[in-house]
């Protein structure tokens, strides 16, 4: 999902452990995200207060993992952005990709969350821009890219804010990358769709006949149609998911794994299909929870 405009490091960085966390060079899949996407919205973190920091190494921003992962505390640097991070949040993602076969892979894979900011800005302009940061594979496989964990204190420093909440310029001038198509549910074998465009219909699922309705848009973190967001009506397992205006609240944002799923970025809640129904469900790999995108392909002019 990305188009990164970051500087990129040369391969071969092995990963190393030390008792209680990474040491040494190692190789990492890193995640943005911010104020609008936190967990609650706004900048508390599981152990260091508000999330925050310039990048520098007296001042480093703030990023979230598993503390197998990394000690509450421990600095690293990171070459693409060329800013220094404190490890000083929980994150849930990061966990299951540690601990064992999570979202975007493991056991064992490195997985940080990068504090972005966003507080004052665009909430659709900072939540991009998490997007457009992140590397990804075509497939939505993630890209592992090179941190120094314990790194000296005078490797260069970007003064290039990661998203400037002014502007709502991203870092390197990276953008989204926006995907059209159809959702074919795992085990129904029907589409996501938008039967009744009508702000508060629930989102159903259909025969997958490329009609329009099943036309999905994915940009940053929203599900779009026809100017209107996948959005779930609760946090609580069961909780149906509608088509809403987009308003960029935390509950129109999603993320697309690797592994087929479609979760909740506040929490790590899959969504699912039961029969034609489309609610909020704990992840379980259920082959209701898998989604195969298809996208659509544009017609040649000369056609």
Known sequence: MIVSAALLLGAGAQALASSGGAAGRIRVYATYYGWYDNTPPGCATAYSGCAGGTGTFADPLTF?????????GTI??????????????????CSLDWSGHGPNGGPHLYHVDLWLGGAGGNEFDAIDCEDALTRERPDGAPVLTTFLVD???????????????????????AKAKSTTGSYRNGSTGHCLADERPRLGEPATTGVCDRATDERIVFNGAF???????????????????VWAA???????????NPNGTITWVQYTRCVAAEHDRVVLTRCTGHKAERW??????????HA
């Open 64 to 72: 979230a993992s598993d503390t197998a992962e990394f000690l509450v």
């Open 76 to 93: 690293v640097y990171y070459p693409t952005v060329r800013k220094y991070f404190r490890m000083g949040d929980s994150c849930q993602e």
């Open 151 to 173: 790194p000296p204190d005078d490797l260069p420093v970007s003064s290039q804010p990661l998203f400037n909440t002014s502007t709502g310029h991203c870092f390197g001038g």
């Open 223 to 241: 599900l779009i149609h026809a100017k209107r967001c996948l959005k779930t009506t609760g946090p609580e397992y069961g909780a149906r998911i």
């Open 246 to 256: 987009c308003d960029g609240d935390a509950r129109e944002q999603w993320e697309i």
């Open 292 to 301: 195969k995108f298809a996208a659509v392909r544009r017609r040649s002019p």
